[in-house]
């Protein structure tokens, strides 16, 4: 499965499982590394699922919806 194909709660179940790894603190240098950029990768991705969901209920509560990351 892609990785932006993931559901927002795959994202956190394998965002909290990098930070399980990391935790442990007996990865080598560069294992750590990369798990710290799986970590950061699955944090955008519960990002955008987050600001999407948001701009769907202001849609639907007829609202405008500004994505400030995107702006500014």
């Given at each position: 499965m892609?990785?932006?194909e993931l ?14 790894r ?13 798990c ?5 990768n ?14 769907k209920?202001?849609?639907l ?6 994505d400030?990351q995107?702006?500014?």
């Open positions: 892609e990785e932006k559901t927002y709660e795959q994202a956190m179940e394998r965002l909290e499982q990098a930070l399980y990391l935790d442990a603190g007996d990865l080598p240098l560069e294992e750590s590394l990369n710290f950029q799986e970590g950061l699955y944090i955008k991705i519960c990002q955008e699922k987050l600001n999407g969901a948001e701009g209920l202001k849609l509560r007829g609202e405008k919806f500004v400030w995107e702006n500014g």
